[in-house]
């Protein structure tokens, strides 16, 4: 029976514990917290979307960059075995649309509950209120957690679990990348994923909170350009958000370089060509020439914006459809077609649902979650440098690659 400690009590954390206890080690799990993942209780607006029942390559397609690291894992532990793990402690699950899986009491504290009643019937013990602050180690092997309030915790094996950078005041505040580093693990650059953008048009505070429905985004700079699937987006008082922006909001960022400017296009009538918008209006002009403008658009745009669009088109909204010219048709076609906004960064890791970035995987196994430089450490979850799109995906990462540090 090895001693096992485990930093960390998100959903990563959690998981490794189970696993580790499961198969018969001593197990301490150790959080900052007075409490177990705090995190968790925010994700899916409170209902946890906790996985995605698409198949493996699908899914894997959902990760930027590095899926490759997570196959293993996903081949040991997976989506299935997920649900299994939580059917069968007494939790109803169901599944929405875009295969998106949530507890069916849409309460994410259901999924925690029943972390924690599992964490005590395996026999983990809990130190909360503990934070670690460094590993001991001899001859590049782990020997001790070293705990806040100069404790220390003798130990054969250690998980680090302690999560990204973002909304620091659930706990995940960047000290694994800090304590991993003091041991020679490399650190991939931290940024923000799944964020906001902020965008520099003023008029933007005015349509806070309106939401469009199936529209398309591409985001461009002088050189690349990246386009989104049909979806929605959502004004904020300093931007954009929303499902569009926020899966594609690390690549815009990416792009977003000094000197070349990162414009961001709204297909409003992504189902329709231009010639199509054209011949459109002009039948509803025709039917109403006495109607104003601003009243015809009702029947094309929503309320809010409409005022907005026709100042960006430079056409008073008290013209009668009658009045309207060939120019400013063409005009409000290419608007329909690309409504411009100048991106001009994020709000901040603060404000950024994952991390991107983190412990560098050419120096973790993937087939145990084991660093490559000291023997007995492991990682799981956001701390390594996994992210991926918004859909269940990180979370099944966190509990697969838990699963997998914990055996
Ligand atoms: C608002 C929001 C909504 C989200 N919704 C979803 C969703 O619906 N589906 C999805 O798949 N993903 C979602 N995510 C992402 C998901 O929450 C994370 O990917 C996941 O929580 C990562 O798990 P983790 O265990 O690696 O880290 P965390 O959940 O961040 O847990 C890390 C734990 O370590 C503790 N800790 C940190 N430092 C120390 C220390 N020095 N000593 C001791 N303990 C420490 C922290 O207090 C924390 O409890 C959401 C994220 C946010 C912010």
Same mark, same amino acid.
């Given at each position: 029976?090895?001693?096992?400690? $485990?930093?960390?009590?998100?959903?990563?954390?959690?998981?490794?514990?189970?696993?580790?206890?499961?198969?018969?080690?001593? $197990?301490?799990?150790?959080?900052?917290?007075?409490?177990?993942?705090?995190?968790?209780?925010?994700?899916?607006?409170?209902?946890?979307?906790?996985?995605?029942?698409?198949?493996?390559?699908?899914?894997?397609?959902?990760?930027?960059?590095?899926?490759?690291?997570?196959?293993?894992? /996903?081949?040991?532990?997976?989506?299935?075995?997920?649900?299994?793990?939580?059917?069968?402690?007494?939790?109803?699950? &169901?599944?929405?649309?875009?295969?998106?899986?949530?507890?069916?009491?849409?309460?994410?504290?259901?999924?925690?509950?029943?972390?924690?009643?599992?964490?005590?019937?395996?026999? $983990?013990?809990?130190?909360?209120?503990?934070?670690?602050?460094?590993?001991?180690?001899?001859? +590049?092997?782990?020997?001790?957690?070293?705990?806040?309030?100069?404790?220390?915790?003798?130990?054969?094996?250690?998980?680090?679990?302690?999560?990204?950078?973002?909304?620091?005041?659930?706990?995940?505040?960047?000290?694994?990348?800090?304590?991993? &580093?003091?041991?020679?693990?490399?650190?991939?650059?931290?940024?923000?994923?799944?964020?906001?953008?902020?965008?520099?048009?003023?008029?933007?505070?005015?349509?806070?909170?309106?939401?469009?429905?199936?529209?398309?985004?591409?985001?461009?700079?002088?050189?690349?350009?990246?386009?989104?699937?049909?979806?929605?987006?959502?004004?904020?008082?300093?931007?954009?958000?929303?499902? *569009?922006?926020?899966? *594609?909001?690390?690549?815009?960022?990416?792009?977003?370089?000094?000197?070349?400017?990162?414009?961001?296009?709204?297909?409003?009538?992504?189902?329709?060509?231009?010639?199509?918008?054209?011949?459109?209006?002009?039948?509803? /002009?025709?039917?109403?020439?006495?109607?104003?403008?601003?009243?015809?658009?009702?029947?094309?745009?929503?309320?809010?914006?409409?005022?907005? /669009?026709?100042?960006?088109?430079?056409?008073?909204?008290?013209?009668?459809?009658?009045?309207?010219?060939?120019?400013?048709? &063409?005009?409000?076609?290419?608007?329909?077609?690309?409504?411009?906004?100048?991106?001009?960064?994020?709000?901040?890791?603060?404000?950024?649902?994952?991390?991107?970035?983190?412990?560098?995987?050419?120096?973790?196994?993937?087939?145990?979650?084991?660093?490559?430089?000291?023997?007995?450490?492991?990682?799981?979850?956001?701390?390594?440098?996994?992210? +991926?799109?918004?859909?269940?995906?990180?979370?099944?990462?966190?509990?697969?690659?838990?699963?997998?540090?914990?055996?």
């Amino acid at each position: 029976m090895a001693r096992v400690v $485990v930093a960390g009590g998100g959903p990563a954390g959690m998981m490794a514990a189970i696993r580790a206890a499961h198969l018969g080690n001593s $197990v301490t799990l150790i959080e900052k917290n007075s409490t177990l993942g705090k995190k968790l209780l925010l994700t899916g607006k409170g209902r946890c979307n906790l996985t995605n029942t698409c198949g493996l390559d699908d899914f894997l397609l959902r990760f930027s960059g590095n899926a490759a690291f997570l196959r293993d894992a /996903f081949k040991i532990f997976f989506n299935k075995e997920l649900i299994s793990f939580f059917k069968e402690r007494g939790v109803k699950i &169901k599944i929405e649309r875009q295969n998106r899986v949530f507890p069916a009491a849409d309460s994410s504290a259901s999924i925690l509950n029943a972390l924690k009643k599992e964490l005590s019937s395996c026999g $983990v013990n809990l130190m909360f209120d503990t934070a670690l602050s460094g590993i001991d180690t001899e001859g +590049a092997k782990v020997k001790a957690a070293i705990l806040s309030r100069r404790r220390r915790l003798e130990t054969d094996k250690l998980i680090l679990a302690l999560g990204g950078s973002s909304y620091s005041s659930t706990g995940s505040s960047g000290d694994g990348y800090r304590i991993a &580093k003091r041991l020679g693990h490399t650190i991939k650059s931290i940024k923000p994923g799944l964020v906001p953008l902020k965008v520099r048009q003023p008029y933007i505070s005015v349509l806070e909170g309106l939401s469009l429905k199936n529209i398309q985004l591409k985001f461009s700079n002088s050189g690349k350009s990246v386009k989104s699937d049909i979806g929605e987006l959502m004004f904020t008082g300093f931007g954009v958000s929303g499902p *569009l922006v926020l899966t *594609l909001s690390g690549k815009a960022l990416d792009m977003l370089e000094p000197g070349r400017g990162l414009f961001l296009e709204i297909d409003l009538k992504p189902a329709l060509s231009i010639e199509k918008l054209d011949m459109r209006m002009q039948r509803e /002009f025709k039917v109403s020439p006495k109607k104003s403008i601003c009243n015809i658009l009702k029947s094309m745009l929503p309320q809010r914006l409409i005022n907005v /669009f026709l100042d960006l088109a430079g056409i008073d909204a008290h013209l009668k459809a009658a009045q309207i010219t060939r120019e400013d048709r &063409k005009r409000m076609g290419r608007l329909f077609k690309s409504m411009r906004l100048d991106i001009t960064g994020s709000p901040g890791i603060e404000r950024a649902m994952i991390t991107r970035g983190g412990i560098g995987l050419k120096e973790v196994d993937p087939r145990t979650m084991a660093s490559k430089l000291i023997t007995g450490l492991y990682f799981c979850g956001e701390i390594l440098d996994i992210a +991926a799109d918004t859909g269940g995906f990180n979370l099944q990462a966190a509990f697969s690659t838990g699963y997998i540090a914990g055996s």
